[in-house]
């Protein structure tokens, strides 16, 4: 699967800005792939590009609409049929990372078979991957990993890439979820796919690749999360990370979903971590923290990242606070 | 789902013994169950029942037909369909745990719907399981665990079983895999679960029971196997064990399917299982090691066992050789 770009963003009747976080991280980490966002009325969203029609789209080249927001319950409205059809009959494919499928829509389905256009629904996997065959690959890998589910992997693996890219390092992230998926275009929604094809999705999406190059693969889950470990456990293994980067949210008390589960000691974490990924890969190092300072206030984010720094040995930072060159420094003692 | 029982165990043109294992399983471990066997002519395997007819089976009361053959490739054979069609017309369930499945043939799903009969494919997951929460269940849970795949957890887990009930404990074998579904009527293929669901489905299947009740949940995969270590992860955690069973095939030149993959030390993995398990069970123990010693003769076998048990301080039996009672002597020490 490959999504065909340039995209036209579709904000629909997002409810706030949050609801259209899977448009805004497009606009974000791909501005270069993006001709413009529809909006209907009453959307409360704005990811601050242009705001342009269908027609408009089409003559601009857009090959993919993305459903870039959610609303409850992941369903796609009733409301948003009339234009998805539209962007079909313009030549558009559709793509969405929501819980229901646009391929469950007969409608839709008639219109683009009439067409000859896809419908991407990518937190579902459709194609079959091999079971893991372990065998060391050419090229290098960073993996990010965490404390907890949700604590910024995915925005620090596209800012790692990012960084690699303008300090002209050959680098590029690997998704493996919806939303890394529709920002970059490819990757597998990991926790998706048959438990016994886990690692063996990470091989197929992370390939054999030139000696100098860097896989920076998204990470999923947590090894301290009772519900989501295996995926986890998988993705390390098939990654055959060279690095990892610890990603961790500091105010969260406890297990996100988990009341009950508190969160790991950070060194603890590392650890445990790196002794799984030795299974594939012995030389595997932590090369940093990224740390999700989101909620805390300047001061005590950086006296909280300068305590770590101290206790741990390694560049902490805050992605989106401080940017990721410390730890891509880091990566190129390695 | 639940099979219905007694079964008639189908032996098809089972190649040799070593292809008829699961109508073998069956035999050894639920006699009970199982109204005789029906082969067709050229079958070169004989799990010692009673030969039958479908009419004579039918006539014993037979519930289910269970597919008990491997054959290459896991087709289902024109040769057979003819018995599974008069199987159907007789009354009788068909249940398989073949790759290829019974529900994609046309003919046979007709003549079920006709005759309101129903076909399982065993191997396939048709219920949805819900997300694990991590939360504490009443009642006590054992699980094998291994160094490899493929080393004995099923034989081990329905030995534990039967010596427990032996002794008057209240135990339950919890499949895993297809054969043990087979065996046992119920249970899940974890490793045919959505990723994101593996240790869900083992809170389903292995639920909250009387404080002294014991499930024996089968174990699958390894934490060391680089293409499975994921589902062997995701079942730690949803068992909540109270209990580990190591089992061990000493011969085993490197990981099964892996090539330059070792095997690892017995007292890493061991701890490794445990690190594991603690997350969601941080009393857990292990109990014993079952080791798998058909390769070796009656006197080397000994030593070995003998050696191991003195390095490691647990109970090491081989459970085919000796039986689990040791194993089990040990555990209500607990």
Same mark, same amino acid.
């Given at each position: ?42 959307? @409360?969203? $704005?990811?601050?590009?242009? $705001? ?5 789209? #089409?003559? +601009? ?34 793509? #969405?990372?929501?819980? @229901? ?21 990518? /937190? ?12 060391? /690959? ?76 860097? $896989? ?5 889950? #947590? ?19 060279? +690095? ?11 297990? /996100? ?15 445990? @971590?790196?002794?799984?990924? /030795?299974?594939? @890969? ?20 950086? #006296? ?31």
């Amino acid at each position: 699967m490959e999504l065909k770009k340039p995209y036209l963003l579709f904000l629909g009747d997002a409810a706030d800005q949050l609801a259209a976080k899977v448009a805004q991280g497009i606009k974000t980490w791909r501005p270069e792939c993006c001709v413009g966002q529809y909006r209907l009325d009453g959307c @409360n969203a $704005d990811v601050g590009l242009k $705001d342009i029609s269908i027609e408009e789209a #089409s003559a +601009a080249g857009a090959k993919t609409l993305i459903i870039g927001v959610a609303n409850r319950g992941g369903v796609i409205s009733e409301t948003w049929l009339s234009v998805l059809i539209e962007a079909i009959e313009a030549g558009m494919d559709i793509a #969405s990372g929501l819980h @229901n499928k646009l391929t469950d829509i007969p409608e839709l389905v008639a219109c683009a078979e009439k067409h000859g256009r896809s419908l991407f629904d990518v /937190r579902y996997p459709t194609q079959s991957y091999p079971v893991a065959n372990g065998v060391k /690959r050419s090229g290098k890998r960073l993996l990010t990993v965490g404390t907890d589910c949700s604590v910024g992997k995915m925005y620090t693996s596209l800012a790692i890439e990012k960084e690699m890219c303008d300090q002209g390092v050959d680098a590029d992230f690997r998704a493996t979820g919806q939303t890394g998926i529709l920002i970059t275009g490819g990757g597998v929604s990991v926790d998706c796919v048959v438990a016994d094809f886990i690692a063996g999705a990470i091989e197929a999406i992370a390939p054999e690749n030139k000696a100098e190059h860097w $896989d920076v693969i998204e990470g999923q889950g #947590s090894l301290f999360h009772a519900s989501f470990a295996g995926v986890t456990m998988g993705l390390i293994h098939g990654s055959q990370p060279d +690095a990892l980067v610890l990603c961790h949210e500091p105010t969260r008390e406890h297990m /996100r979903g988990l009341p009950g589960y508190a969160l790991p000691d950070i060194q603890t974490c590392i650890e445990t @971590n790196l002794q799984a990924a /030795r299974l594939t @890969n012995p030389d595997v190092q932590c090369v940093g923290i990224s740390v999700n300072t989101s909620a805390l206030e300047e001061q005590e984010a950086m #006296s909280y990242m300068d305590l770590l720094e101290t206790e741990i040995g390694l560049p902490v930072v805050d992605p989106f606070r401080q940017g990721v060159s410390r730890i891509v420094e880091k990566l190129k003692e390695l």
